[in-house]
């Protein structure tokens, strides 16, 4: 069934007020696993809560618990969980999305203040700021597709509920506890499960995503000196913590991104004659991959290699040392402890226990060829599994068709290199399919300096969600 002409009208009709509600929400800085940064998480859930309850929704703020943040501990982002609609005759749709994001400094390198949203200032229609994409953008779009209806009186076609944390870029923290623990109160009743947090391959094909890589993310942590050293003083009779933890960071991964931790490869699942053919159907230039990234330093230069590369198979990648000196100047510090960041991106057969077992006994076992007399321990922080769905279910045929009526075009079907670990846990314990759909673009610069989304995808991106409820609401369970 298609959607409602008069929603879509509305939307059209209402950009600048949409606009407005994603300036409101990037202008609340709420950067998840930072203590600087702990009331703006708070407000941003309180922000959307109060837009939530103006929409109609029955909404609840659950508090999930506490966690350490700079030796300190304090009460985890709550989630914000809401229902709209009971009619036994609906279906019942399930959406999260997430309310926190990435740090952002503009001295990172923005051209425009990371929390203010900058409209339009190259007259194509991109609006800059944290959280546009990812996933201020995609949640608010949910909620114009809630204010249309609200406005013009019009029944919504499925009945909602919703889920929101603020711990997403963190590693979502105790939400599968949370859905464990709702899974026969809140979490009843419900069909199937819609994500918009994730983004097309390039800017103008759309897609439906069924899998994502999982993430386990580690630190090594070493210390020694008792507090941090003058280097022309100590410099050549103590063994330095950062000169270990660079040996050690530097025999993770190669240059072409092979990762040298023994027996990961030997667990990756074998790609098969089926998966081969999906990965050579999508639409996808080399030049989409160069202008997203802002430069050709692509490792290969064949398109299915390179979308392996993101989706299919695992990568390793360097992130940061916390501890080591990265201001301007040249102190002369031998620093006492440091903490080195990498993270692996997961496929399928890999495992966060498996692949910790490894990457821990390589680590201690690379220290111990060093000789030092510095302490070496190796954290996995967070983790999540891979993930695929069946994308043939009924939901992904919807949202097939909501495509083509909003894009005029069929959508990829493509897996995400990106991580969205409670995917998993929604899909498991509450025994759901579950759709990626994304709104914005594959150069939207996530996570990245100057973030962004377009115009088009956001106001398209509404409409987009909008129909898939409306496909949704038709469409045989068959
Ligand atoms: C794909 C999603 N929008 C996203 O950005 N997920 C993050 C999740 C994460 C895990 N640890 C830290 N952040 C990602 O894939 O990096
Ligand atoms: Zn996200
Ligand atoms: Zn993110």
């Given at each position: 069934?298609?959607?409602?002409?008069?929603f879509?009208?509305?939307?059209?009709?209402?950009?600048?007020?949409?606009?407005?509600?994603?300036?409101?929400?990037?202008?609340i800085?709420s950067v998840?696993g930072n203590?600087?940064?702990?009331?703006d998480?708070?407000?941003?859930?309180?922000f959307?809560?109060?837009?939530?309850?103006s929409?109609?929704?029955?909404?609840?703020?659950?508090?999930?618990?506490?966690h350490?943040?700079?030796g300190?501990?304090?009460?985890?982002?709550p989630?914000?969980?809401?229902?709209?609609?009971?009619d036994?005759?609906?279906?019942?749709?399930?959406?999260?999305g997430?309310y926190d994001?990435?740090?952002?400094?503009?001295?990172d390198?923005?051209?425009y203040?990371?929390?203010?949203?900058?409209?339009d200032?190259?007259?194509?229609?991109?609006?800059y700021g944290?959280g546009?994409?990812?996933?201020?953008g995609p949640v608010l779009?949910?909620l114009?597709?809630?204010?249309?209806?609200k406005n013009?009186?019009?029944?919504?076609?499925?009945?909602?509920?919703?889920?929101?944390e603020g711990?997403?870029?963190?590693?979502?923290?105790?939400?599968d506890?949370f859905i464990?623990?709702e899974?026969?109160?809140f979490?009843t009743?419900?069909?199937?499960?819609?994500?918009?947090?994730?983004?097309?391959l390039?800017?103008?094909?759309?897609?439906?995503t069924?899998g994502?890589?999982?993430?386990?993310y580690?630190?090594?942590?070493?210390?020694?000196p008792?507090r941090?050293?003058?280097?022309?003083?100590?410099?050549?009779t103590v063994?330095?913590?950062?000169?270990?933890?660079?040996?050690?960071?530097?025999?993770?991964?190669?240059?072409?991104g092979?990762?040298?931790?023994?027996g990961?490869k030997?667990?990756?699942a074998p790609?098969?004659?089926?998966?081969?053919?999906?990965?050579?159907?999508?639409?996808?230039?080399?030049?989409?991959?160069?202008?997203?990234?802002?430069?050709?330093?692509?490792?290969?230069?064949?398109?299915?290699?390179?979308l392996?590369?993101?989706?299919r198979?695992?990568?390793?990648?360097?992130?940061?040392?916390?501890?080591?000196?990265?201001?301007?100047?040249?102190?002369?510090?031998?620093?006492?402890?440091?903490?080195?960041?990498?993270?692996?991106?997961l496929?399928?057969?890999?495992t966060?226990?498996?692949?910790?077992?490894?990457?821990v006994?390589?680590?201690?076992?690379?220290?111990?060829?060093?000789?030092?007399?510095?302490?070496?321990?190796?954290?996995?922080?967070?983790?999540?599994e891979p993930?695929?769905?069946?994308?043939?279910?009924y939901?992904?045929?919807?949202?097939?068709?909501?495509?083509?009526a909003?894009?005029?075009?069929?959508?990829?079907?493509t897996?995400?290199?990106g991580?969205?670990?409670?995917?998993?846990?929604?899909?498991?314990?509450l025994?759901l399919?579950?759709?990626l759909?994304?709104?914005?673009?594959g150069?939207?610069g996530a996570?990245s300096?100057?973030?962004?989304?377009?115009?088009?995808?956001y106001i398209?991106?509404?409409k987009l969600?909008?129909?898939y409820?409306?496909?949704l609401?038709a469409?045989?369970k068959?």
């Open positions: 069934m298609a959607a409602d002409p008069r879509l009208k509305y939307v059209d009709e209402h950009q600048d007020d949409y606009i407005n509600r994603l300036a409101q929400a990037v202008a800085p998840s203590i600087s940064y702990v009331k998480v708070e407000a941003m859930a309180d959307l809560i109060s837009q939530l309850e929409l109609g929704v029955k909404t609840q703020r659950r508090p999930i618990g506490t350490e943040l700079e300190k501990e304090v009460d985890l982002p989630v914000v969980i809401g229902e709209i609609g009971n036994p005759k609906k279906k019942t749709l399930l959406i999260y997430h994001v990435q740090p952002a400094l503009l001295e390198g923005w051209l203040p990371p929390f203010e949203l900058t409209k200032p190259e007259g194509t229609g991109k609006l944290r546009s994409t990812d996933d201020k779009g949910w114009n597709v809630l204010e249309a209806h013009l009186g019009l029944e919504l076609p499925v009945n909602m509920k919703m889920c929101f711990m997403e870029e963190n590693g979502s923290e105790n939400l506890k464990e623990s899974k026969d109160k979490f009743g419900i069909d199937c499960m819609c994500i918009s947090d994730n983004y097309w390039d800017t103008k094909t759309p897609c439906l069924y994502l890589r999982g993430i386990n580690y630190e090594i942590r070493i210390s020694g008792g941090d050293l003058h280097s022309g003083v100590f410099g050549g063994h330095e913590p950062m000169t270990d933890l660079i040996a050690i960071m530097s025999k993770l991964v190669t240059p072409t092979e990762i040298l931790v023994p990961i030997e667990l990756i790609v098969t004659a089926d998966e081969q053919a999906k990965f050579e159907a999508i639409h996808f230039e080399m030049k989409d991959i160069h202008d997203a990234v802002g430069a050709d330093v692509t490792i290969s230069n064949d398109t299915v290699k390179t392996m590369g993101r989706m198979n695992p990568s390793l990648s360097l992130h940061g040392i916390e501890g080591a000196f990265s201001a301007v100047g040249s102190k002369t510090v031998i620093p006492a402890s440091i903490k080195g960041k990498f993270s692996i991106r496929v399928p057969n890999l966060v226990k498996e692949v910790t077992e490894l990457v006994k390589y680590v201690e076992d690379e220290f111990k060829k060093l000789g030092s007399k510095n302490k070496c321990e190796v954290v996995l922080t967070h983790g999540g993930w695929l769905a069946d994308p043939n279910h939901s992904y045929r919807a949202a097939h068709k909501a495509t083509e909003v894009y005029g075009q069929a959508p990829d079907y897996r995400e290199g991580s969205i670990p409670v995917t998993l846990d929604f899909a498991n314990i025994n399919n579950v759709l759909l994304p709104v914005g673009r150069d939207d996570h300096t100057n973030e962004k989304i377009d115009t088009d995808n398209r991106g509404t969600l909008g129909s409820m409306y496909e609401a469409i045989s068959e």
